[in-house]
């Protein structure tokens, strides 16, 4: 499946905001956000004076700010919008209550990841387990109830022993409580929209899928 493989601190610089996609980076003064608040490329800053913006434009900023946030492709986001439009509800509130039950981003919301994209790679490599079971589809979708935790064979990881170290940066999200020691988390309630940290506004990714 394609991948991004380009610097991924270039999406934070298209958006003109943080995405977090870079761990730790995103936290100090080399983040380019806060040298370079402009899009890339030779003419990034010109042509963010000059540009008009339309209301399509508009929208589709918002979808791919989002998209890249929790690092999914356009084929996965799309199936995850289909599922929370089907869904009782509001349908911007239920796509970003989905995304956020992701097993990729509960591990990276309890900091045993730094990013994302981290996270998805622990998932994938089988160092996470739901219930006490192997679970290695970062699309898992996580029900309140669920435990979260490190393999066995996995907790003297580096890289989750320094990403739990920088916890405190990004305090744990009142749905989630999280045992350092057992290297184990639960997902206590679902969240409301509300409490849910992502500056985006997802009703304008109703709209441009609803054309």
């Known amino acids: ?25 995103c936290f100090t003064e ?8 402009y899009p ?12 008009k913006v339309t209301e399509y434009g508009t929208q589709l900023r918002e979808k791919q700010k989002i998209k890249r946030m929790y690092n999914l ?11 929370a439009s089907r869904q009782r509800g ?14 990729d981003n509960m591990v990276y919301r309890l900091g045993f990841a730094s990013s994302r994209a981290a996270a998805r790679q622990l ?9 006490t079971t192997l679970v290695n589809v970062p699309s898992y979708i996580l029900k309140p109830g669920d435990v979260i935790t490190v393999r066995p064979k ?9 990403s739990l170290k920088r916890v405190s940066e990004r305090q744990i999200p009142a749905w989630l409580q999280l045992d ?4 184990k988390g639960t997902y206590l309630n679902t969240p409301e929209r509300a409490d849910i940290p992502m500056n985006a506004n997802e009703q304008l990714v109703v709209e441009l899928y609803s054309k």
């Open 30 to 37: 080399k983040c380019p956000i806060e040298r370079r608040n």
């Open 73 to 83: 492709l356009e084929k996965q986001f799309r199936l995850t919008f289909e599922k």
């Open 180 to 183: 350092k020691a057992a290297l």
């Open 154 to 162: 996995s907790r003297k990881m580096e890289v989750i022993a320094e």
């Open 123 to 131: 998932v994938l490599h089988c160092h996470i387990m739901v219930n």
């Open 40 to 51: 890339p490329g030779q003419h990034g800053s010109g042509n963010a004076r000059r540009a």
């Open 90 to 103: 509001v349908t911007g509130e239920n796509l970003v209550k989905r995304l956020e039950s992701r097993l």
């Open 1 to 25: 499946m394609a991948r991004y493989t380009d610097a991924v601190c270039k999406l934070c610089r298209r958006e003109r905001q943080k995405l977090f996609l870079k761990g730790a980076k």
